[in-house]
């Protein structure tokens, strides 16, 4: 097992464009988490799956979001019509308990 | 809904030396406490956690922490760190509950020098 895997590591779009980010997660946990952190703050709640259910979503994760565990195993999240204020690390999480969260490297993206 | 609060934003340090990285939380209901650890360009690696029991947690690198339920914090001590910590140092909160988010604070870059 090679720990939560993000891909890709960075990206960088023109305003406007869509993107997508896929994470793999440990492959027993059936939690999985994305956040979003910007440069020099700690990292935000973005979003929630249990299984392929996704419970709870933060008032930050605005209609141009969207995220998806199909399978209840890898997941994406989706930007639409990137715009300036999305350049940020998303980070992928995953965890099989309440209480511990393994992080992937996240990725970073730069929207010009 | 909780929040946490890291008071210095950066902590310089020499080479050997003792640190503490101060955090302050708060919340309605009770909570578990962490501290997590990220490398330039890296995601974010747990140093440590307090799930209940023994107030005094241990964790990897020789790290630990305090709960303080009376004064709401969860203050993080290395007794002599090495260059190789320097890093940035996050301290986080989750609910106890089914399932839970963490709430992150702003983070503390520590910098240690020769």
């Known amino acids: 097992d090679t720990g939560v895997s993000q891909d890709p590591r960075h990206k960088i779009t023109k305003r406007g464009q869509n993107v997508t980010f896929r994470c793999d997660p440990i492959s027993e946990h059936n939690r999985l988490y994305w956040y979003r952190q910007t440069l020099g703050q700690g990292p935000e709640f973005l979003t929630y799956?249990?299984?392929?259910?996704?419970?709870?979503k933060s008032r930050l994760l605005s209609d141009r979001f969207s995220a998806e565990r199909p399978k209840g195993s890898f997941s994406t999240l989706e930007i639409q019509r990137t715009e300036q204020g999305d350049s940020a690390m998303y980070l992928c999480?995953?965890?099989?308990?309440?209480?511990?969260?393994?992080f992937g490297q996240g990725t970073r993206l730069t929207v010009v | 809904a909780q929040s946490v609060t890291q008071l210095d934003s950066q902590v310089p340090v020499f080479e050997e030396a003792p640190v503490e990285l101060r955090c302050n939380y708060s919340s309605s209901v009770s909570v578990y406490l962490f501290w997590y650890v990220q490398y330039p360009n890296q995601g974010l690696q747990l140093l440590l956690k307090y799930l209940s029991g023994s107030t005094l947690v241990k964790g990897i690198n020789g790290f630990e922490a305090e709960f303080n339920k009376s004064q709401t914090s969860f203050h993080l001590r290395k007794p002599s760190v090495h260059i190789s910590d320097t890093a940035e140092y996050f301290c986080?909160?989750?609910?106890?509950?089914?399932?839970?988010?963490?709430?992150f604070g702003k983070g503390t870059m520590l910098l240690v020098s020769p």
């Open positions: 999480a995953s965890s099989l308990e309440v209480a511990e969260a393994f």
């Open positions: 799956f249990q299984n392929e259910a996704q419970l709870e």
């Open positions: 986080a909160v989750s609910e106890q509950r089914g399932y839970s988010t963490l709430t």
